[in-house]
């Protein structure tokens, strides 16, 4: 019956939209077979009905009348389409910017037509000027503000009403002029030094001669002169290496070529978007998404190798490897924000395990320290030697969060990481990978990685479309975003309460599966574009469950915790349900074979040892990274993993998007996420029992642990029926399992017991 009322109202709106959209189209016919130049209408030409309506038109708008029709017709298309969702403040706008032209058609007769209300009046009667309408509203600018400020006052309400409907800000529109204009000049100068240059040097060497050093020349000789390799690129220096790095049309091709490679690679394309906003009409429609002018600007650095230096690295480079044997050549140069990346070709018959082996030489010889080898460049016949530079670049998260490659990502779940050895920004989705582990030592970067994670899908997501489960064993990590309108549940800080909030986690994913079967769809996707479709149903949001210290959950509760996290792993993609796990101790007892195999996606900050990059990335290079955002991106689907710079995040721009989420909406939390446990002993509270269990529990409360010798000697009672005690309560979720000679947790309070039995 209810959908049957549905169907009828949405009728409704159809039938006025279509009456709307008639009268609107009968006008504008009528007003191209107008006459022209007479007032007087011939009737047979287009009706009675017709002739009064553009009269009455005339009248009204006078030279503007083709206006009124066309309001009408976007009014009848807006409700047509729209229905009880009808912007009727946009509506509202388009009429006053109507009334606005209409009184600037008035403004424009002589003087001596509007000094007067009722000449002015008059004349918009018989169809000059504005009509009606604009002859009321100039004589009334008129008197009032003159004719100067009439002007004025309407240019004002043209420039507010076009950025309301453009939903854009005066200060976004200057910004982008002066972008343009900034670009357009940065351009023509490109052109010009290019110009210049080539018309000098029309050789094929890749570097121009301008930039070959003649102190290097004279300092080589003919047997070990070096072939200029490609520089493809100069992160946050571009400025101070343009007019020595100018490439020529090949170089050019080759940057493109890359370009796209790296895109294919990181799954940056559109083809692989498959989340599209289907929630128009939310209760959170007003809902507004952070705005990127409150994120704080990073100073970029000025410091960085230049041609010389480069080409004095290449050339220690290439004489530490012959002096070992190995011939080749350096054939491109990436300068990135931390590390410049030297790619090798090596010489036909030379192996490449040699070469991997030289690492620790290579270093000596550069006097840097942890040069981390790629053997080989996936994509590449080159061997990748990168060499950590002087001064490390901060990758800011504005700078990251305004490239075109987070815009043109339409996911909830996007993720700005940071740049690669090329300087090209990375983003990529959580639906993609679709479970993440993030590991490294202390102050490698985790947790401003964490932040950057979270941060980016709240400049994404509404509360509606994405919902946060924290879980933060620390209390310092994650705490911060308390009160955020994303969370479901308050920031769980508590190990015990922590395998609770997984277990709701796979309950909830269960629940999902059966609502996907009742539907007929397979995943999240399909099932929230049927609800677009005005089916019935509620719009299901996406679940992020974040653990920043997995250590101290399987110290506390191994066993439950790996379950629930395994079975989330395994099942959990198509319901919408995603794991991001962190830790700090990359040990085996911790990252289990279990969970590695179900998280197939890994971030490798700098670790110890290489046993620790094994743990987890199954192979090494992790124990060469520098620490500070200097990370390892292996996703799912790449052969190797991507060396990036993590975005930094600093607390004050997390501070300014949790209060302005704040200000918007109050979280609306789940108790029963943290109380699985009560609900698991009210469930089974009426099975197997023993009339002792209400003094058990209160004997292990006051106690803080139980035991059978405990309940033997305070009740008397025989091992038998205390150990049979002990396994119900273990059931029931009143004390945890058995940990060998310790004695067992107990896992309810003072007030669950009250909740549970009643008065303490």
């Known amino acids: 019956m209810s959908k049957r009322k549905t169907v009828i109202n949405e009728l409704k709106f159809e ?14 016919l009528s007003l191209i077979n107008e006459p022209q130049g007479s007032y007087v209408l011939p009737e047979e030409r287009i009706g009675f009905i017709g002739s009064f309506f553009i009269k009455s038109i005339t009248s009204i708008a006078g030279d503007g009348k083709t206006f009124i029709p066309l309001y009408i ?86 420039i507010s009403s076009l950025l309301y409907l453009t939903n854009t800000s005066l200060k976004q529109v200057t910004l982008k002029v002066l972008n343009l204009l900034k670009n357009v000049t940065k351009g023509l100068k490109e052109q010009l030094v290019n110009f210049v240059f080539t018309t000098e040097d029309e050789s094929e060497e890749v570097i121009p001669k301008k930039v070959q050093k003649k102190n290097i020349e004279e300092k080589t000789n003919k047997e070990n002169k070096i072939e200029e390799p490609l520089i493809i690129s100069h ?14 049309e090949n170089i050019k091709k ?52 230049n041609q010389r230096d480069i080409n004095d690295n290449i050339m220690v480079l290439q004489k530490t490897l012959e002096s070992f044997g190995v ?37 000596l010889s550069l006097a840097s320290a942890d040069v981390r080898i790629e053997a080989p460049i996936p994509g590449k016949a080159a061997i990748g030697i990168e060499v950590p530079n002087k001064e490390v670049s901060t990758v800011g998260f504005r700078e990251v969060i305004e490239s075109e490659e987070f815009k043109q990502s339409r996911s909830y779940l996007s993720v700005a990481l940071g740049k690669d050895i090329a300087g090209k920004s990375i983003v990529t989705s959580l639906e993609k990978m679709p479970h993440l582990l993030i590991a490294g030592s202390t102050g490698s970067g985790k947790s401003v990685c964490m932040n950057a994670l979270i941060n980016s899908i709240l400049f994404k997501a509404k509360p509606s479309e994405v919902k946060f489960i924290m879980i933060d064993p620390k209390m310092v990590e994650l705490t911060t975003y308390n009160g955020i309108p994303h969370l479901i549940t308050p920031v769980v800080t508590d190990p015990k309460k922590a395998a609770s909030a997984l277990r709701w986690a796979v309950h909830e994913m269960e629940t999902r599966y059966e609502k996907f079967a009742s539907s007929g769809v397979k995943d999240i996707t399909r099932y929230n574009e049927n609800i677009g479709n005005h089916e019935e149903g509620e719009f299901m949001p996406y679940i992020v469950v974040l653990i920043d210290e997995l250590a101290d959950l399987m110290m506390i509760a191994p066993a439950d915790v790996e379950d629930a996290i395994c079975r989330l792993a395994q099942m959990a993609r198509a319901a919408g349900i995603h794991l991001v796990i962190a830790t ?93 446990e009560i609900k698991n002993v009210k469930i089974k509270e009426d099975d197997d029992n023993d009339e002792l269990i209400p003094e058990a529990t209160k004997l292990f409360i006051e106690n803080g642990q ?34 060998g000679s310790k004695a067992r947790q107990v896992l309810i309070t003072v007030n669950d017991y009250e909740r549970i039995y009643g008065k303490y």
């Open 15 to 28: 039938f006025k939209g279509i009456i709307l959209v008639g009268i609107a189209l009968y006008i504008l």
């Open 73 to 158: 017709l976007y009014i009848g298309i807006s409700i047509m389409y729209k229905r009880a969702n009808l912007n009727k403040k946009r509506i509202t706008v388009i009429g006053i910017l109507i009334t606005t032209l209409l009184t600037i058609f008035h403004l424009n007769l002589p003087i001596e037509a509007i000094e007067t209300f009722a000449k002015s009046v008059q004349n918009g009667f018989i169809g000059s000027g504005g009509g009606v309408i604009g002859g009321f509203f100039s004589w009334l600018l008129l008197i009032t503000l003159g004719l100067v400020g009439a002007y004025l006052l309407i240019f004002s309400i043209w």
């Open 235 to 248: 992160f946050e220096n571009e400025d101070n290496c343009k007019e020595e790095n100018l490439i020529k």
């Open 254 to 305: 080759e940057r493109k070529k890359n370009n796209e490679i790296n895109s294919k690679e990181l799954g940056n394309n559109k083809e692989d978007i498959s989340i599209v906003r289907v929630n128009e009409g939310l209760k959170d429609g007003d809902f507004n998404l952070p705005n990127v002018n409150m994120l704080e600007k990073t100073i970029k650095s000025k410091t960085g190798l």
């Open 327 to 363: 011939k080749g050549k350096v054939v491109q140069v990436s300068c990135g924000p931390a590390i410049t990346r030297y790619e090798f070709q090596p010489a036909p018959g030379v192996k490449v395990s040699k070469i991997v082996n030289l690492a620790d030489d290579i270093s």
């Open 584 to 676: 700090q101790r990359p040990s085996v007892d911790v990252i289990t074979g279990i969970i590695k195999a179900n998280v197939p996606s890994r971030i490798a900050f700098a670790v110890s040892s290489q046993i620790d990059s094994r743990t987890i990335l199954d192979m090494g290079g992790a124990e060469k990274l520098l620490g500070r955002g200097d990370m390892l991106f292996y996703p799912t689907g790449l052969p190797k993993p991507t060396r990036l710079q993590g975005v930094y995040v600093s607390d004050k721009d997390v501070v300014k998007i949790v209060d302005f989420l704040k200000e918007q909406d109050n979280p609306e939390y789940l108790e029963e996420i943290t109380n699985q």
């Open 706 to 739: 139980a035991s059978i010798s405990l309940l033997q000697r305070r009740f008397r009672i025989g091992y038998n029926r205390a150990a049979r005690i002990i396994d119900i309560m273990e059931v029931k979720g009143i004390v945890g399992k058995h940990e």
